[in-house]
Protein backbone atom coordinates (compact mmCIF):
# COMPACT_ATOMS: atom_id res chain seq x y z
CA UNK A 1 0.00 0.00 0.00
CA UNK A 2 1.36 3.34 -1.20
CA UNK A 3 2.34 5.49 2.09
CA UNK A 4 0.00 8.53 2.57
CA UNK A 5 1.16 12.10 1.94
CA UNK A 6 -0.71 15.66 2.92
CA UNK A 7 -1.19 18.43 0.58
CA UNK A 8 -2.02 21.76 1.41
CA UNK A 9 -5.45 22.77 2.81
CA UNK A 10 -7.40 24.57 0.26
CA UNK A 11 -10.75 26.58 0.31
CA UNK A 12 -11.68 25.42 3.93
CA UNK A 13 -11.79 21.99 3.33
CA UNK A 14 -9.41 19.07 4.59
CA UNK A 15 -6.11 18.80 1.94
CA UNK A 16 -6.34 16.44 -0.73
CA UNK A 17 -4.17 12.70 -0.16
CA UNK A 18 -1.85 12.13 -2.27
CA UNK A 19 -0.57 8.58 -2.76
CA UNK A 20 3.29 8.67 -2.91
CA UNK A 21 3.35 5.84 -5.43
CA UNK A 22 1.49 7.43 -8.41
CA UNK A 23 1.36 11.12 -6.90
CA UNK A 24 -2.20 11.28 -7.78
CA UNK A 25 -4.31 12.85 -5.43
CA UNK A 26 -7.80 12.38 -3.53
CA UNK A 27 -10.58 14.05 -1.30
CA UNK A 28 -10.40 10.05 0.88
CA UNK A 29 -6.97 9.53 2.55
CA UNK A 30 -5.96 5.97 1.36
CA UNK A 31 -8.63 6.11 -1.71
CA UNK A 32 -8.28 2.54 -3.10
CA UNK A 33 -7.01 3.04 -6.69
CA UNK A 34 -4.87 1.56 -9.36
CA UNK A 35 -1.27 3.30 -9.17
CA UNK A 36 0.06 4.21 -12.57
CA UNK A 37 1.45 6.50 -14.92
CA UNK A 38 -0.29 6.82 -18.17
CA UNK A 39 -0.18 9.26 -21.19
CA UNK A 40 -2.98 11.16 -22.91
CA UNK A 41 -1.53 10.43 -26.37
CA UNK A 42 -1.61 6.70 -25.67
CA UNK A 43 -5.30 6.89 -25.70
CA UNK A 44 -5.36 8.56 -28.66
CA UNK A 45 -3.25 6.36 -30.45
CA UNK A 46 -4.61 4.71 -33.44
CA UNK A 47 -8.15 6.64 -33.17
CA UNK A 48 -8.68 9.18 -35.88
CA UNK A 49 -7.89 12.71 -35.43
CA UNK A 50 -11.81 13.60 -34.85
CA UNK A 51 -11.72 11.99 -31.96
CA UNK A 52 -9.30 13.86 -30.31
CA UNK A 53 -10.92 17.17 -31.51
CA UNK A 54 -14.11 16.21 -30.31
CA UNK A 55 -11.95 15.26 -26.56
CA UNK A 56 -10.50 18.76 -26.67
CA UNK A 57 -13.80 20.47 -26.98
CA UNK A 58 -14.99 18.83 -24.31
CA UNK A 59 -11.63 19.59 -22.24
CA UNK A 60 -11.70 23.47 -23.33
CA UNK A 61 -15.98 23.21 -21.83
CA UNK A 62 -14.80 22.11 -18.75
CA UNK A 63 -11.84 25.28 -18.63
CA UNK A 64 -14.80 27.11 -19.28
CA UNK A 65 -16.17 26.46 -15.79
CA UNK A 66 -13.34 26.14 -13.79
CA UNK A 67 -9.48 24.41 -12.98
CA UNK A 68 -9.58 20.54 -13.81
CA UNK A 69 -6.78 18.16 -13.25
CA UNK A 70 -6.80 15.75 -16.27
CA UNK A 71 -5.99 12.16 -15.62
CA UNK A 72 -4.86 9.65 -17.90
CA UNK A 73 -5.70 6.41 -16.12
CA UNK A 74 -4.89 2.63 -18.14
CA UNK A 75 -9.00 3.08 -20.08
CA UNK A 76 -10.03 5.87 -19.28
CA UNK A 77 -9.64 10.08 -18.71
CA UNK A 78 -10.90 11.17 -16.00
CA UNK A 79 -11.99 14.91 -15.16
CA UNK A 80 -11.31 16.32 -11.25
CA UNK A 81 -10.98 19.19 -9.17
CA UNK A 82 -10.89 17.48 -5.50
CA UNK A 83 -12.79 14.21 -6.65
CA UNK A 84 -13.30 12.69 -9.75
CA UNK A 85 -16.16 13.75 -11.47
CA UNK A 86 -16.66 13.18 -14.75
CA UNK A 87 -14.35 10.69 -17.25
CA UNK A 88 -14.03 9.92 -21.02
CA UNK A 89 -13.41 7.06 -23.07
CA UNK A 90 -11.79 7.38 -26.55
CA UNK A 91 -13.39 4.76 -29.49
CA UNK A 92 -12.99 4.61 -32.67
CA UNK A 93 -16.15 6.60 -33.46
CA UNK A 94 -17.06 8.44 -30.49
CA UNK A 95 -16.18 8.90 -26.66
CA UNK A 96 -17.77 6.94 -23.85
CA UNK A 97 -17.98 8.83 -20.68
CA UNK A 98 -20.27 9.74 -17.44
CA UNK A 99 -20.74 12.63 -15.36
CA UNK A 100 -21.15 12.53 -11.71
CA UNK A 101 -24.25 14.32 -10.52
CA UNK A 102 -25.81 14.67 -7.04
CA UNK A 103 -29.08 13.82 -8.15
CA UNK A 104 -30.36 11.42 -10.77
CA UNK A 105 -31.51 13.30 -13.87
CA UNK A 106 -33.52 11.12 -16.39
CA UNK A 107 -32.98 13.15 -19.94
CA UNK A 108 -32.56 10.52 -23.37
CA UNK A 109 -28.78 10.97 -23.83
CA UNK A 110 -27.89 9.26 -20.46
CA UNK A 111 -27.44 5.28 -21.84
CA UNK A 112 -27.95 4.63 -18.26
CA UNK A 113 -27.58 6.19 -14.47
CA UNK A 114 -26.17 4.49 -11.80
CA UNK A 115 -26.84 5.41 -8.07
CA UNK A 116 -23.27 4.92 -6.20
CA UNK A 117 -24.71 6.79 -2.88
CA UNK A 118 -27.76 9.53 -2.25
CA UNK A 119 -25.38 11.78 -3.49
CA UNK A 120 -23.59 10.50 -6.25
CA UNK A 121 -25.16 9.44 -9.73
CA UNK A 122 -23.14 8.53 -12.53
CA UNK A 123 -25.07 9.45 -15.58
CA UNK A 124 -23.56 7.13 -18.99
CA UNK A 125 -22.99 9.17 -22.13
CA UNK A 126 -21.50 8.89 -25.76
CA UNK A 127 -20.78 11.59 -28.16
CA UNK A 128 -20.06 11.21 -31.31
CA UNK A 129 -20.30 14.91 -32.48
CA UNK A 130 -19.47 18.28 -31.81
CA UNK A 131 -22.57 19.34 -32.17
CA UNK A 132 -23.83 16.80 -28.69
CA UNK A 133 -21.70 19.52 -26.82
CA UNK A 134 -24.54 21.86 -26.78
CA UNK A 135 -26.03 23.89 -23.63
CA UNK A 136 -27.85 20.75 -22.37
CA UNK A 137 -24.11 18.78 -22.24
CA UNK A 138 -22.13 22.04 -20.37
CA UNK A 139 -25.05 22.64 -17.79
CA UNK A 140 -24.01 18.93 -16.94
CA UNK A 141 -20.20 19.27 -17.01
CA UNK A 142 -20.82 22.29 -14.76
CA UNK A 143 -23.39 20.36 -12.10
CA UNK A 144 -20.77 17.50 -11.97
CA UNK A 145 -17.89 20.34 -11.43
CA UNK A 146 -19.75 20.78 -8.20
CA UNK A 147 -19.42 17.80 -7.36
CA UNK A 148 -15.97 17.83 -8.13
CA UNK A 149 -15.74 20.25 -5.81
CA UNK A 150 -17.81 18.35 -2.94
CA UNK A 151 -19.62 21.71 -2.69
CA UNK A 152 -22.48 18.51 -3.17
CA UNK A 153 -21.89 17.42 0.54
CA UNK A 154 -23.00 21.04 1.76
CA UNK A 155 -26.63 20.27 0.64
CA UNK A 156 -29.40 17.98 1.59
CA UNK A 157 -29.30 14.32 -0.33
CA UNK A 158 -31.08 14.67 -3.88
CA UNK A 159 -30.66 18.75 -3.87
CA UNK A 160 -29.04 18.73 -7.34
CA UNK A 161 -29.03 22.10 -8.31
CA UNK A 162 -26.70 24.47 -6.45
CA UNK A 163 -24.24 27.55 -7.01
CA UNK A 164 -20.40 28.56 -6.35
CA UNK A 165 -20.00 30.93 -3.86
Request: proline share 6%; aromatic share 8%.
Given at each position: MPSPRRTLRTGGRPALWRCRECRREFANRNQSHACGRYKLADHFRNK??????????????????GPVR???????????????FAQVTPRQKWLDGHVV??????????????????????????????????????????????VGEQRHLESPPGFGRFRKS
Open positions: PPEIRALYNRVVAALRAIILPEKTRIAFQVRMSLARRLEHPRFRRIETISPRNHVHVFRLSQRSEIDADFRAWLAEAYL
